[in-house]
Nanobody, 127 residues
């Protein structure tokens, strides 16, 4: 089993920044890719950003490219999402997720390939 705990969400004005953190425990964190997803009421959960186990490859949704940065610290079993220039459209519950297979060389955007999820953290961007 893997436990993922997100933190760092909150209320921020448009143009502001937030940094989300995800603390992982329960298996060898450094062997697995990690992803950030988000969901708003009535919509499907969508991919935001992902990072391979090594950190060498990252991938972003077009909607956040240039504004968000994903990173990981394998020594701390943590993954982060730095969110800058936030927009009201970024308002959502953000989820951290761990990939089901180790040592992937590419970032997967498909939800079904991530088999462990955190409880989510709310991000609200006011206009």
């Amino acid at each position: 089993q893997v436990q993922l705990v997100e933190s760092g969400g909150g209320l921020v004005q448009a143009g502001g920044s937030l940094r989300l953190s995800c603390a992982a425990s329960g298996r060898t964190f450094s062997n697995y890719a990690m992803g950030w997803f988000r969901q708003t009421p009535g919509k499907e959960r969508e991919f935001v950003a992902g990072i391979t186990w090594s950190g060498r490859e990252v991938l972003y949704a077009d909607s956040v490219k240039g504004r968000f940065t994903i990173s990981r610290d394998n020594a701390k079993n943590a993954v982060y999402l730095q969110m800058n220039s936030l927009k009201p459209g970024d308002t959502a519950v953000y989820y951290c997720a761990a990939h089901s297979l180790p040592h992937g060389i590419l970032v997967d955007t498909t939800l079904a390939l991530y088999n462990f999820w955190g409880q989510g953290t709310q991000v609200t961007v006011s206009s």
